[in-house]
């Protein structure tokens, strides 16, 4: 069972942020000729759409923006007892020689990264990957981190972050919820 701690971000927070989290990327991707973003299903997508949205709106340049599927690609299925539920990956242009922002909701233990760098370079090999996350939550298991940090939010593993889009929860917003038992 999870009870909210505390309400972290609310929608003008996330706003806010994803605005600097644009700039960011158009700033270390001078020209953004060969930029792509890809979302990390389920909320990764909703926030790479606003990403590119905002990028959109400040310079004039439209960012190709595409939605990845980790699920055959995590290293804990054999541990799941349940069948994985795969959403789809679709991603209508080539990553080959470009520069790709995977854009995900919160990094952890970097594994969800890892499948996504797996599941990119499987399909074709780009130029560069970089990640844009709204959250880092510390808690690192892989040598991964982000390129593009919303906020960083020291959280204990008894800890949950959830983060709220509308598109997939009617709201927008961060939260932290502590496991009770």
Sequence with gaps: MLTEKSHIMDESAVKRTLVRMAHEIVEKNAGCDTLCLLGIQRRGVPLAQRLAENIRS??????EVGSLDITLYRDDLDGMNV???????????????????????????????????????????PQRIQLA????????????????????????????????VPEIDGDMGVAIFDKTE
């Design 133 to 164: 996350v709204l959250i880092d939550r510390g808690h690192r298991e892989l040598p991964i981190r982000g390129d593009f940090v919303g906020k960083n939010l020291p959280t204990s593993r008894k800890e949950v972050v959830a983060v709220y």
């Design 83 to 125: 069948d994985p539920i795969v959403n789809s990956t679709k991603i209508d242009f080539s990553v080959k020689d470009r520069t790709v922002v995977l854009v995900d909701d919160v990094i952890y233990t970097g594994r969800t990264i890892r499948a996504a760098l797996e599941a990119v370079i499987k399909k074709e090999r």
């Design 58 to 63: 400040f310079s004039d340049i439209t960012v």
